[in-house]
């Protein structure tokens, strides 16, 4: 178990949560992908602060494809 980790990560909707949850199960980058409910998320965004109702993604993957989730994260998210 001390190799696992679990990757936070908010996403805007339920459509792009599940289209990462979905694609990293697929690819076998992570074992399972929680979406829950909806989070307020409070941030600095350019000078200001900002706010905003996103929902929550937990990924439970492996220490060594960290990276891999990353990137690919970042490919789907448009971020």
Do not use: Q
């Amino acid at each position: 178990m001390s190799g696992c980790i679990i990757i936070y990560v908010t996403v805007p909707d339920m459509e792009t949560a599940r289209k990462i949850a979905e694609d990293l199960v697929k690819n076998k980058l992570a074992a399972c992908v929680n979406i829950s409910g909806a989070v307020e998320s409070v941030y600095r965004w350019k000078g200001a602060i900002e706010k905003s109702s996103e929902l929550l993604l937990m990924m439970k993957t492996g220490k060594g494809l960290f990276g891999r989730v990353r990137e690919r994260v970042r490919e789907l998210h448009g971020n």
